[in-house]
C-alpha cells in the first residue's frame, strides 16, 4: 500500500518551455501533497505543499508564478514548470500523505529528472 | 529557520558491523521524527518513524530519540552492502504537516 508514482520519470526540453509533471497517489487518497527539489548531492528542499481543492503554499524563494501547483482531486497534483531554464534542472520529487495514516508519513514518488537544454 | 544537522560523511562500516547514523534539530515543538534511505538517483523510502522518547526497533533497524537533548540517531545492526546510500533524517515542523531534512549522511558498507 501508500504508493505514489510520478510522470514522466525523465524529460528533456528546451529552454523557454512549459513541463508538466504528474503526481498520483495510487492506492490511497491523498490530502495533502508535496514538491520538493533536489539538485545533486544536496538534500530535499521543499518547494510547496498542496491541499486537494484549495491553492499551493509556496516556501519561501520559490516563484509561484513559474512553478504552477494544481491539487484537483484526492489522487492527483501537478507541477508545472513554466518557461524552463537551464538552472531548472533538477530532480523533482513528489510526495503524499495519507488521510488515513500517521500524522506526518509521507510517501514519495520515485521521482522525475527535468533537463532544460 | 528550523533546522536539522547531520554529519555528511561517509561513514564506512565493515559488513556485518552496526552503523549509527546522528541528527540534531532545532524545533523543540517537532513531534514526529523519519529516518530515510535515499540510493542515488532514486528518491526517498520510509525506514523508520518515532514520535516518543526512548527507542524503538524494527528489525535490523533501531531509532532512538531524546527530545531533551534534541537528538534522534539510527542504528543499523549486521549492515550489508545493500545499507549503502544515503540516509535523511526528518522532523515535522511545529504542529505543521512539512518535514524539514537534513542534507544527509552517506553510509558505504564494505564487504
Known amino acids: 500500500g501508500a504508493v505514489v508514482s510520478q510522470h514522466p520519470s525523465r524529460v528533456i526540453c528546451k529552454s523557454g518551455t512549459s513541463v508538466k509533471i504528474e503526481c498520483r497517489s495510487l492506492d490511497f487518497q491523498a490530502t495533502t501533497m508535496f514538491w520538493y527539489r533536489q539538485f545533486p548531492k544536496k538534500s530535499l528542499m521543499l518547494m510547496a505543499t498542496s491541499n486537494e481543492g484549495s491553492k499551493a503554499t509556496y516556501e519561501q524563494g520559490v516563484e509561484k508564478d513559474k512553478f504552477l501547483i494544481n491539487h484537483a482531486s484526492l489522487t492527483l497534483s501537478t507541477l508545472t514548470v513554466t518557461s524552463a531554464h537551464p538552472e531548472d534542472s533538477s530532480f523533482y520529487i513528489c510526495s503524499a500523505r495519507s488521510a488515513r495514516g500517521t500524522l506526518y508519513e509521507q510517501f514519495f514518488g520515485p521521482g522525475t529528472r527535468l533537463t532544460v537544454l | 529557520q528550523k533546522e536539522v544537522e547531520q554529519n555528511s560523511g561517509p561513514l564506512s562500516v565493515p559488513e556485518g558491523a552496526i552503523a549509527s547514523l546522528n541528527c540534531t534539530y532545532s524545533d523543540r515543538g517537532s513531534q514526529s521524527f523519519f529516518w530515510y534511505r535515499q540510493y542515488s538517483g532514486k528518491s526517498p523510502e520510509l525506514i523508520m518513524f518515532i514520535y516518543s522518547n526512548g527507542d524503538k526497533e524494527d528489525g535490523r533497524f533501531t531509532a532512538q530519540l531524546n527530545k531533551a537533548s534534541q537528538y534522534v540517531s539510527l542504528l543499523i545492526r549486521d549492515s550489508q552492502p545493500s545499507d549503502s546510500a544515503t540516509y535523511l533524517c526528518?522532523?515535522?515542523?511545529?504542529?505543521?504537516?512539512?518535514?524539514?531534512f537534513g542534507a544527509g549522511t552517506i553510509l558505504r558498507v564494505k564487504s
Open positions: 526528518a522532523v515535522n515542523e511545529g504542529y505543521g504537516n512539512k518535514l524539514v
